[in-house]
């Protein structure tokens, strides 16, 4: 009986131990020769980490908040992957995607129920009132997967109607840590960036406070819902040093978040920018500035 009693017990402990999936192989065509391809990094320490440590290390946090590079496919693998294993972990309580606008959460929820009692829509772009912004062969896979779980998916975006308020008449923003002049001001210079030098400058507070905003409306969102929670979002908002997470830390809630950033290799990121980074293959690169010129 003894011999039994051990025996189970050491089951027991194996299966609540188990090792995580090996991730997704490399779908981007680009760096897959790089030395950092693979390569996770605890920024903190510098210290190389393995996939099943970066997810025991996650499972620890409340709030997880993922940095993404909106057109690389690996990253939304690695997003589905991610959501598996920290799943496997412990309890998920939430998911929430800057991809999704409250107006659609209505439409999130009935899907989802529908899903979950065996009756997924034939055409899910439509039912979910998807928006064409966000390319569905990318985001499709993690979405249905998140409509069959039995934590809530929440939207975590500003609706257009709340962008164009904000636009018109820029609200206050209370805190400090997201209104300090070094945040702000990188914050316009990537907006200038991102339009191509091109965007009046009379137009820069108006875009800088929809992008503060949207940061805001994230973090709330992630207070809001069932812990612990996962937030994708692109990587400026994901920042520590200037987006979600200033957020969080001006509503009271700096601590119990984790952050990880997802990047091609070859990019810069620092222990200011994120808790961890994972190097991922990478797309050709786009002047998407190109077709703005004279």
Same mark, same amino acid.
């Given at each position: 009986?003894?011999?039994?009693?051990?025996?189970?017990?050491?089951?027991?402990?194996?299966?609540?131990?188990?090792?995580?999936?090996?991730?997704?192989?490399?779908?981007?065509?680009?760096?897959?020769?790089?030395?950092?391809?693979?390569?996770?990094?605890?920024?903190?320490?510098?210290?190389?980490?393995? %996939?099943?440590?970066?997810?025991?290390?996650?499972?620890?946090?409340?709030?997880?908040?993922?940095?993404?590079?909106?057109?690389?496919?690996?990253? #939304?693998?690695?997003?589905?992957?991610?959501?598996?294993?920290?799943?496997?972990?412990?309890?998920?309580?939430?998911?929430?995607?800057?991809?999704?606008?409250?107006?659609?959460?209505?439409?999130?929820?009935?899907?989802?129920?529908?899903?979950?009692?065996?009756?997924?829509?034939?055409?899910?772009?439509?039912?979910?009132?998807?928006?064409?912004?966000?390319?569905?062969?990318?985001?499709?896979?993690?979405?249905?997967?998140?409509?069959?779980?039995?934590?809530?998916?929440?939207?975590?975006?500003?609706?257009?109607?709340?962008?164009?308020?904000?636009?018109?008449?820029? %609200?206050?923003?209370?805190?400090?840590?997201?209104?300090?002049?070094?945040?702000?001001?990188?914050?316009?210079?990537?907006?200038?960036?991102?339009?191509?030098?091109?965007?009046?400058?009379?137009?820069?507070?108006?875009?800088?406070?929809?992008?503060?905003?949207?940061?805001?409306?994230?973090?709330?969102?992630?207070?809001?819902?069932?812990?612990?929670?996962?937030?994708?979002?692109?990587?400026? #908002?994901?920042?520590?040093?200037?987006?979600?997470?200033? #957020?969080?830390?001006d509503l009271g809630a700096?601590?119990?978040?984790?952050?990880l950033m997802l990047a091609?290799?070859?990019?810069?990121?620092?222990?200011?920018m994120a808790d961890y980074?994972?190097?991922?293959?990478?797309?050709?690169?786009?002047?998407?500035?190109?077709?703005?010129? %004279?």
């Amino acid at each position: 009986m003894r011999i039994l009693l051990l025996c189970c017990l050491s089951l027991l402990v194996a299966c609540q131990s188990r090792g995580v999936l090996p991730p997704p192989a490399p779908i981007a065509s680009e760096g897959r020769d790089h030395g950092d391809l693979g390569v996770i990094l605890d920024l903190r320490s510098g210290e190389r980490i393995t %996939p099943q440590r970066l997810v025991e290390r996650l499972a620890r946090a409340s709030r997880v908040v993922v940095g993404e590079q909106h057109d690389n496919p690996d990253h #939304h693998a690695l997003q589905l992957w991610l959501s598996r294993e920290l799943a496997a972990q412990r309890p998920q309580g939430s998911v929430l995607l800057e991809m999704l606008n409250p107006s659609q959460q209505t439409r999130v929820d009935q899907v989802r129920a529908e899903t979950r009692a065996g009756r997924p829509p034939l055409d899910a772009i439509r039912a979910l009132a998807w928006q064409p912004g966000w390319d569905w062969a990318m985001y499709g896979a993690l979405v249905r997967y998140q409509l069959r779980q039995p934590y809530p998916l929440l939207a975590a975006n500003l609706d257009r109607e709340e962008i164009m308020r904000i636009y018109q008449q820029r %609200p206050a923003l209370q805190g400090q840590a997201s209104t300090a002049a070094a945040v702000q001001q990188r914050l316009q210079r990537d907006i200038r960036e991102s339009h191509c030098g091109l965007l009046p400058e009379s137009q820069v507070p108006a875009m800088l406070a929809v992008q503060q905003q949207r940061d805001r409306r994230m973090a709330e969102a992630l207070l809001a819902a069932p812990r612990p929670s996962l937030l994708l979002a692109g990587a400026f #908002h994901a920042r520590k040093d200037l987006g979600v997470p200033l #957020h969080l830390a001006d509503l009271g809630a700096g601590q119990g978040n984790a952050v990880l950033m997802l990047a091609e290799v070859g990019r810069q990121v620092d222990a200011s920018m994120a808790d961890y980074v994972w190097f991922t293959a990478a797309q050709p690169e786009q002047d998407h500035c190109a077709k703005l010129r %004279p």
